[in-house]
């Protein structure tokens, strides 16, 4: 059955592009102003869903007024309403503004965004694995590792230098919700090698100059993985920093694969003896 969400009085429909609310959320496209406000959207319902399960609300909830909503959505329009967000119905042309140019949604959040911590080094448990990037560039490759480490249950990631914004609309659409799920990190060189010196456990590092077979090397945790940047690779800096260098072998004349898949490859086979059809491990 489909209904439209019942709201609170004071409800305001948006029809001017020139709204603060509007404005703002329009300026969230740009990094620097999601840095100077802390604020990100993500949007369409199946996003909304995988926040609200793990106890994200968002500050603003924006939909298409007048339209006739589908039961999820009018479903977290409550919710939001309930949790305290502000709801906002917006004119068809306000929308085509706001939503994103790919498969458009009629419905979005404006989060606050959330940065962890690194953990103590000296205590992290044996099943930890820790996903570092150095200075990724692509959005939709950290999405996508955000995704890739929520799946093999990665206690998180950490973005080492100047990396692109996790919180970047298509960063956040690539992790397909695990932005709300995984905890990510962000420092410079310096203090990342500082904290890796009190690691305890292996730090793996994928490089393409390695002698190492990724398949056969018998990870044990804790785990830190540490992956090179899309164009220059890994650092002689981080390099040297890794208790070990894994190559994944490739056929054919390629120089590298994409930064999202060899991540990939390598986190299953360092989980592989953990991860069950019948549900994965706790996060550590
Ligand atoms: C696109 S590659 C970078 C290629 C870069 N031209 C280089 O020389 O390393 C991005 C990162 O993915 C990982 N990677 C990609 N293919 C790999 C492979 N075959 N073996 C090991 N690591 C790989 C490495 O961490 C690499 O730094």
Redesign the pocket.
Known sequence: MRSRPELRAGTRTITSLQNERVKLIRSLEMRKARRETGLFVAEGTSLLLSARLVGWVPKILLFLAGGRQTEVASELTRWAEGAGAECLEVSVAVLAKLAGKDNPQNMLGVFEQRWAGLPEARAVPGSALWVAL?APRDPGNLGTILRTSEAVAASGVILIGHSCDPYSREAVRASMGSIFNVPVVRLEAQPFLAWRAAWQGEVV????E?RID?RQSGYRGPLLL?????????SDELARACSRL?????AGSL?????AV??ALVLYEMRKDRLRLDGTPSRS
Request: no cysteine.
């Open positions: 150095e590092g994928t490089h393409l390695a990724f540490v992956m090179g940047s899309e164009g220059p690779g890994l894994v190559k994944i072998p490739m120089d590298s694969l994409n930064l060899a991540s």
